[in-house]
């Protein structure tokens, strides 16, 4: 549900990062929740990455927590 699911906000800067660093950056986010969040079952917990307008550009894949994508330019 909603309440499994952290929405983090990154700043501009997240825009200008090259690709790998932005998804390692994301898939540490995820690990991060997931390990505070449901440490027993850790494909439970979501993240939605979001920049200041609101725009998704990253977060977990609808088939489980840990499959993290992040916008390709």
Known sequence: GSQDKLIITVS???????????????????RTWAMIHSPDRLDTSR?????RMGNEV?????MAGSM???QDK
Do not use: C, K
């Open 68 to 70: 993290i994508w992040v």
């Open 47 to 51: 993240i939605s990455i979001v920049d």
């Open 58 to 62: 990253g977060g977990s894949r609808f």
């Open 12 to 30: 501009y800067q997240w825009h200008t990062e090259p690709y790998q660093t932005r998804l390692q950056g994301a898939q540490m986010f995820w």
